[in-house]
């Protein structure tokens, strides 16, 4: 899979979103009718690495991490319980290794908040993460709806 391939899959199976690309991240964000600024994200595409965040080393030739927000459940089914939040700048500490290709594991800054990641997802790989698009996706419209109650 590629970037162009994973935001092609996204944008034509998830309604109400609204896509912002920039400093090397792709974001998708659920944002019907544009009610609130940038909207709920759900997912992202990195690209090159941050000034917090090296340890996936995007900085290698045509790699790339997408990430995925999903529930506190479901990732400790998969990883067991959230890691700590790591020190500015730091990663977490799990023992994965961030930076290996076509893994899903947690996400090395944000996986204390349970987002998982995966660089460079093969075809099998990928089919195995769209239930957790997916699972993404409808927490963000939760979270959305909640947030535009606030906002009235």
């Keep these: 899979m590629d970037v162009v391939s994973i935001t092609e899959y996204i944008e034509s199976t998830f309604a109400d979103i609204h896509i912002v690309t920039t400093w090397g991240e792709t974001s998708f964000f659920y944002n019907p009718h544009r009610k609130l600024p940038r909207g709920i994200y759900f997912a992202t595409i990195k690209e090159k690495n941050g000034p917090n965040d090296r340890a996936s080393k ?11 927000g999903i529930s506190k459940w479901t990732y400790r089914t998969l990883f067991g319980q959230q890691p700590s939040r790591p020190q500015a700048g730091g990663v977490i500490d799990t023992g994965h290794d961030f930076a290996a290709l076509d893994q899903l594991f947690p996400h090395p800054v944000y996986g204390w908040m349970s987002w998982v990641a995966v660089l460079n997802p093969s075809t099998t790989t990928f089919e195995a993460v769209k239930p957790l698009l997916s699972e993404a996706y409808v927490l963000a419209i939760e979270k959305f709806v909640k947030r535009a109650r606030q906002a009235r």
């Excluded at 995007?58 to 995925?68: P, Y």
């Design 58 to 68: 995007l900085d290698r030739s045509d790699v790339f991490r997408l990430n995925i």
